[in-house]
């Protein structure tokens, strides 16, 4: 640490942190008003060409959060995944694997500039998840054996827990992603299953009067309380229009897994719902209509404001093999990353974005899965920036 006197009343800090490599400078000014001001970090240590360092933050890149200009809440969560466990494990392997991202993004050149950092991986939460996930897995296969919850007092008092467990992920959630907007930053988050980003669509719902969501997805999760689990992850999009009257439009993309109640959903919204099923969008295609003008009348369904929930799922499955619910069809990454560069171009603001279902390969973590996914999060948070 460098202390030094610069003048009568002035105190200069340096500080150095080996964890995040670089320099802090804090001046004090003593007289007449009480000043602290905290200037930004050393750039000129920081080699955009370079190996990522690991004692860095997401992307290999050297920004505190006070410094970022966009701040990404991870949420290791996933109590009510119906089929293959590992998204929990999504923001880490998403972090470790970010490390190998090439900082040049030809969509927005420089947007890392503006700072992005991945908060802390709350292990009580990730804990809790691990606890609630056995219960619902008792649950589940009860059910998938004929039983019903309600005639075993057991499973349904765990049932009980579970949904009070998904309301204070959801309680945590907002809070979170609400003192963020507080402070000024730009907010993605990072899941966990698709049931994580409802608390930050509520707390984007209270800034902003009205939005649309653009979800990219296999699955329409439109489903109400899916296996009686008020959170679930396959319920997320029916929660939200049921809780946020803010989100005027939902525009799914890719959808191509669904039940008769979730068409019904969709059919008796009045237009606010409007689904493009991966069965439509690949006839358009096959029958010559380009993915320009399909993009083109995705983007026009939006309102000015919109939130992007990104569940993995909605891609090629060869992109995300590990996904808790993979699907065959969907989507090349270049495909949607596109229809994002539209949705840039159209002038509509982006307020904020989800990445869920992202789950790890390998005991490593480090399989397809990861890679696509640090991939996808770098380019919404370039969108998120530009
Ligand atoms: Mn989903």
């Given amino acids: ?29 003593c007289c007449p ?19 990522g360092l690991k004692s860095n933050n997401i992307f290999g ?13 991870p949420v290791p969560w996933e109590v009510t995944v119906s089929y293959r466990i590992g998204t929990a494990r ?8 970010a490390m190998q991202v090439d900082l040049y993004d030809p969509d927005v050149a420089d947007g890392w500039k503006n700072g992005f950092h991945m908060l802390p991986i709350d292990k009580n939460i990730r804990t809790k998840s691990d606890y609630l996930r056995q219960c619902a897995e008792l649950i589940i296969s009860h059910m998938v054996e004929g039983g019903a919850v309600a005639d075993n007092a057991q499973l349904s008092d765990k049932l009980i827990e579970i949904n009070k ?11 979170m992603t609400s003192s963020l907007l507080k402070k000024g930053k730009k907010v993605g988050l990072v899941g966990g299953d698709h049931s994580t980003p409802m608390g930050f669509i509520k707390a984007l719902s209270e800034v902003h009067s009205e939005f649309g969501i653009l979800q990219i997805d296999a699955h329409a999760d439109l489903r109400v309380a899916y296996e009686g689990f008020v959170y ?8 939200v229009l049921e809780n946020t009257p803010q989100v005027k439009k939902l525009v799914q993309v890719g959808i191509r897994d669904y039940c008769d109640e979730e068409l019904e959903i969709i059919q008796q919204s009045e237009g606010r719902v409007v689904t493009y099923f991966d069965r439509d969008i690949k006839a ?3 029958e010559g209509e380009t993915w320009k003008s399909v993009c083109q009348e995705i983007i026009a369904a939006l309102p000015q404001k919109v939130y992007i929930s990104f569940d993995i799922d909605g891609l090629d499955p060869k992109l995300c093999p590990n996904t808790g619910t993979p699907v065959p069809g969907g989507f090349e990454a270049e495909q949607i990353f596109y229809l994002f560069r539209l949705l840039h171009e159209s002038g509509r603001d982006l ?35 530009a």
Avoid at 35 to 50: E, I
Avoid at 90 to 97: D, L, M, T
Wanted: proline content about 2%; hydrophobic content about 40%.
């Fill in 61 to 73: 890149l050297p920004f505190s959060e006070e410094e970022a200009a966009l701040v990404l809440l």
């Fill in 1 to 29: 640490m460098h202390f030094a006197w610069t003048g009568e009343n002035v105190v200069d800090f340096c500080l150095y942190s080996k964890t995040l490599g670089y320099y802090i400078e804090i001046r004090v000014d």
């Fill in 232 to 239: 679930s992850h396959a319920s997320i999009m029916y929660n």
């Fill in 284 to 286: 358009r295609q096959y």
């Fill in 351 to 385: 307020i904020g974005f989800d990445l869920n279902e992202v789950s790890s390969g390998n005991h490593s973590g480090d399989g397809i899965d990861a890679i696509t996914g640090a991939r996808v999060l770098f380019k919404l948070c370039n969108f998120m920036v």
């Fill in 90 to 97: 999504g923001p880490e392997n998403i972090f470790n694997a």
């Fill in 165 to 175: 467990g998904g309301k204070m992920l959801h309680d945590w959630v907002h809070e």
């Fill in 33 to 51: 008003h009480f000043l602290l001001l905290c200037t930004m970090s050393d750039m000129s240590q920081f080699d955009p060409n370079s190996v």
